[in-house]
């Protein structure tokens, strides 16, 4: 099966500062790279993903890297806020998806 | 409803206790998961169904765990015997995706505890 790790489990940040979280996964067959957000007592949630066949991906504040080679992709989120305050989940996928253990950012005002 | 709805949202009961957990997912979504999420851990892999059928379910830990899905629109996951370490939230997620893995749109989830 899938092994899946991310890095840093923790993660501090002051607002207005870069985070980035970097997973790594062993299946190559994997060929979807998504990132969960999951809030406190909340459902986990999509906030952004990338196939395969691109390196890199943006969305306002939020990035996603892949580096398929090395078998790991990275979540990359600027201008923090304490709104990004979360535990977030890499979930590398060929039929379904595998989630890390996660990485608790903390955004301090 | 808009979105995937588990039902209970939390569930009590005793070791050796039938527990089941029910998802409605969003209309028309022919792929369901159910995961388990420990404190404190990501969620973890159970079963995924594609339409009525098991694509995989090589994530249910043991026998005491079964899952069906008849008419391919509502699923229930079956635990019997429970254990003090079945207790976790069960997630269920669904996706529009059929072949190609995409966007789980997840409930809100169904707590159980085991005591």
């Known amino acids: 099966g899938e092994n899946v790790e991310q890095h840093p489990s923790t993660l501090s940040v002051q607002e207005g500062d870069s985070a980035v979280i970097k997973c790594t996964y062993s299946d190559s067959a994997s060929n979807y790279f998504p990132w969960y957000k999951q809030e406190l007592g909340k459902r986990p949630q999509l906030i952004i993903d990338?196939?395969?066949?691109?390196g890199e991906k943006k969305d306002q504040r939020i990035a996603v890297t892949l580096n398929k080679t090395a078998k790991h992709f990275s979540l990359h989120i600027t201008e923090t806020q304490p709104e990004d305050s979360a535990v977030y989940f890499c979930?590398?996928?060929?039929?379904?998806?595998?989630f890390g253990g996660g990485t608790r950012l903390m955004v301090k005002p | 409803g808009a979105g995937v709805s588990q039902t209970p949202s939390n569930k009590v009961t005793e070791k050796g206790k039938y527990v089941e957990l029910r998802c409605d997912p969003i209309?028309?979504?022919?792929?369901l998961y159910w995961y388990r999420q420990s404190l404190g851990q990501g969620p973890e892999f159970l079963i995924y169904f594609q339409g009525t059928g098991a694509a995989d379910d090589s994530g249910l830990p043991n026998d005491r765990f079964f899952a069906v899905r008849p008419e391919g629109s509502v699923s229930t996951l079956k635990i019997q015997r429970t254990e003090r370490g079945d207790s976790a939230v069960y997630l269920c997620?669904?996706?529009?995706?059929?072949?190609?893995?995409?966007?789980?749109?997840f409930g809100e989830g169904s707590r159980l505890t085991v005591l």
């Open positions: 209309s028309g979504h022919t792929a």
């Open positions: 990338i196939r395969s066949n691109v």
């Open positions: 979930a590398p996928a060929g039929n379904m998806l595998t």
């Open positions: 997620a669904s996706s529009s995706n059929a072949g190609s893995t995409g966007e789980l749109f």
